[in-house]
């Protein structure tokens, strides 16, 4: 009996109703996204792309995307449309969202039709950066955040590295268009085959464009030299590249000597260097091979080459040695589709992360990648790289976010 007793006790004691624990979590907060059309005549690049607006219409947002905006990248309305986003006329509409998520930084006319709090992702092109832009969205007391300065988990820039590498590519094939008879070069194929001895490559600077020059470079056969200022910088392209290579540091007479015999140049600076404004003069340059080709990959940060001009469009500048200088900004937008494809990747989670969090806020809190990003967190300047380089006040974006 008293066995039985003890089983009734227990069975009364698990059929007391009790009340049931559950995970409390943040509510979703549903985005509404606008895409404008770039005005700038070279950018054909979008920041999303038809499947990324799927994706994002599936977890419940709107994406409001200018007519014609991805067009030059070979993205229809009408495959937009299908993906689920609406596709609106005017520039004016696009900037009723409550995120502006474009390629170049707004035009004043575009600032103008920006309103407080809301959330602006942008390159950011700080060389060519000038105060009245800077103060003009301050003044609209809006959040900000840099394609530029965004971190991933590891601490790297997932766009800069990125578009590098898209870049790194792109200037060997634009090397060998333009050493090519299609373009009035001097008929010669970028690499090697069996009896003809390869073109020389010369790579000045190690980073991420550098490296995937470099590796599009070996594809091909071609013999490559590699420069940089930092013997670690050389040691990690070898390292991931996987063999040994021909690489100096930046010494002048080294480095003139690889210029001379030298098919083509393909230079690049880490977008964060400080160093001069060039790295080879114009002397080096007068004493290369007729015919020969440079490809300038940082002229927008200041340029590798002492040379006469930017080019604002693919026309290279050609000097009286048949010398083929290429110093075109933003090559990665002469590969639009694959770029566009490259950005949305990064941004279509990040949006997703930003609604799963609740909102810009609390993302910028809880992601250290985010909030380096933010240069103009609730109309206040947060980046001292953008301040230093424009002689504005800033403010460390811990201390605000403590604040608010």
Same mark, same amino acid.
């Not at 007793?5 to 007391?16: D, E, P």
């Not at 504005?392 to 604040?403: E, Q, R």
């Given at each position: 009996?008293?066995?039985?007793?003890?089983?009734?006790?227990?069975?009364?004691?698990?059929?007391?109703?009790?009340?049931?624990?559950?995970?409390?979590?943040?509510?979703?907060?549903?985005?509404?996204?606008?895409?404008?059309?770039?005005?700038?005549?070279?950018?054909?690049?979008?920041a999303l792309t038809p499947q990324g607006v799927e994706l994002l219409r599936a977890n419940g947002h709107k994406v409001l995307i200018e007519k014609g905006a991805g067009e030059r990248a070979n993205y229809?309305?009408?495959?937009?449309?299908?993906?689920?986003?609406?596709?609106?006329?005017?520039?004016?509409?696009?900037?009723?969202?409550?995120?502006?998520?474009?390629?170049?930084?707004?035009?004043?006319?575009?600032?103008?039709?920006?309103?407080?709090?809301?959330?602006?992702?942008?390159?950011?092109?700080?060389?060519?950066?000038?105060?009245?832009?800077?103060?003009?969205?301050?003044?609209?007391?809006?959040?900000?955040?840099?394609?530029?300065?965004?971190?991933?988990?590891?601490?790297?820039?997932?766009?800069?590295?990125?578009?590098?590498?898209?870049?790194?590519?792109? *200037?060997?094939? !634009? $090397?060998?268009?333009?050493?090519?008879?299609?373009?009035?070069?001097?008929? +010669?194929?970028? &690499? =090697?085959?069996?009896?003809?001895?390869?073109?020389?490559?010369?790579?000045?600077?190690?980073?991420?464009?550098?490296?995937?020059?470099?590796?599009?470079?070996?594809?091909?056969?071609?013999?490559?030299?590699?420069?940089?200022?930092?013997?670690?910088?050389?040691?990690?392209?070898?390292?991931?590249?996987?063999?040994?290579?021909?690489?100096?540091?930046?010494?002048?007479?080294?480095?003139?000597?690889?210029?001379?015999?030298?098919?083509?140049?393909?230079?690049?600076?880490?977008?964060?260097?400080?160093?001069?404004?060039?790295?080879?003069? *114009?002397?080096? !340059? $007068?004493?290369?091979?007729?015919?020969?080709?440079?490809?300038?990959?940082? +002229?927008?940060? &200041? =340029?590798?080459?002492?040379?006469?001009?930017?080019?604002?469009?693919?026309?290279?500048?050609?000097?009286?040695?048949?010398?083929?200088?290429?110093?075109?900004?933003?090559?990665?937008?002469?590969?639009?589709?694959?770029?566009?494809?490259?950005?949305?990747?990064?941004?279509?989670?990040?949006?997703?992360?930003?609604?799963?969090?609740?909102?810009?806020?609390?993302?910028?809190?809880?992601?250290?990648?985010?909030?380096?990003?933010?240069?103009?967190?609730?109309?206040?300047?947060?980046?001292?790289?953008?301040?230093?380089?424009?002689?504005?006040?800033?403010?460390?974006?811990?201390?605000?976010?403590?604040?608010?």
């Open positions: 009996m008293e066995g039985r007793a003890s089983y009734f006790a227990i069975r009364r004691t698990q059929l007391i109703p009790r009340e049931e624990t559950l995970e409390t979590g943040r509510r979703q907060r549903s985005l509404s996204i606008g895409i404008p059309k770039d005005p700038l005549p070279s950018e054909n690049r979008i229809f309305d009408r495959d937009f449309s299908e993906a689920g986003a609406t596709i609106v006329p005017s520039l004016r509409e696009v900037y009723q969202s409550d995120i502006i998520l474009k390629i170049s930084p707004p035009a004043p006319a575009e600032v103008e039709l920006m309103s407080p709090n809301q959330l602006l992702l942008s390159f950011l092109y700080m060389p060519g950066q000038e105060r009245e832009s800077i103060n003009a969205l301050l003044n609209k007391r809006i959040n900000a955040i840099a394609y530029e300065f965004l971190k991933d988990e590891a601490g790297c820039y997932p766009v800069v590295r990125s578009m590098s590498e898209i870049e790194g590519y792109a *200037a060997i094939t !634009i $090397a060998s268009e333009y050493l090519s008879k299609a373009h009035g070069g001097k008929g +010669v194929l970028l &690499g =090697g085959i069996t009896g003809v001895t390869p073109a020389e490559v010369v790579v000045i600077g190690a980073g991420t464009a550098g490296e995937f020059a470099t590796r599009a470079a070996l594809g091909l056969g071609c013999q490559v030299k590699i420069f940089d200022n930092s013997y670690q910088n050389l040691k990690e392209l070898e390292r991931n590249v996987g063999q040994r290579l021909f690489t100096s540091i930046l010494h002048p007479s080294v480095l003139s000597k690889a210029l001379k015999s030298a098919d083509a140049v393909v230079a690049s600076l880490r977008y964060f260097d400080s160093e001069p404004g060039f790295f080879i003069t *114009a002397d080096q !340059i $007068a004493k290369m091979k007729h015919g020969s080709v440079i490809v300038d990959l940082s +002229v927008g940060n &200041g =340029g590798c080459f002492e040379q006469p001009s930017v080019a604002h469009s693919d026309q290279p500048y050609i000097n009286e040695r048949g010398v083929v200088h290429y110093s075109v900004p933003n090559i990665a937008s002469r590969v639009a589709r694959t770029a566009s494809i490259a950005l949305s990747n990064i941004f279509t989670p990040m949006l997703l992360h930003m609604a799963d969090s609740g909102g810009i806020h609390q993302l910028i809190k809880e992601d250290t990648g985010v909030s380096h990003g933010t240069y103009i967190y609730k109309g206040i300047l947060t980046n001292s790289y953008v301040g230093n380089h424009l002689n504005l006040p800033f403010k460390d974006i811990g201390l605000l976010l403590a604040a608010f």
